[in-house]
């Protein structure tokens, strides 16, 4: 088994639309075949590679794998975007600022 940083498995867009549908709430791998338009064999290889990162949690119900994001891995990505904030804070600040000036 390959191990995978989040990194690597956020790059991959369907992975990304995975998360942000998981974020919203728990779905059901037929769920995420039916929005995502993919087929169940590349929705289940996305949920495996993703569930092997720590992304996401599964659990049964009845007949059905219901998947829930896992959001301590993204801790790793936040950090890292930590370094950069001050790039957008400041221009968010200025751009509140001319906002005001204009009211």
Known sequence: MTTRSVFEVLAEPHRRTILDLLRIRERSVGELVDICQLSQP??????????????????????????????????????????????????LDDLEAFLDHEE
């Open 42 to 91: 590349g929705v289940s290889k996305h949920l495996r590679i993703m569930r092997e990162a720590g992304l996401v949690a599964v659990r049964s119900v009845s007949q059905k794998s219901i998947y829930s994001i896992r959001p301590e891995p993204l801790q790793e990505i936040d950090q890292w975007l930590e370094s950069y904030r001050h790039f957008w804070s400041g221009k």
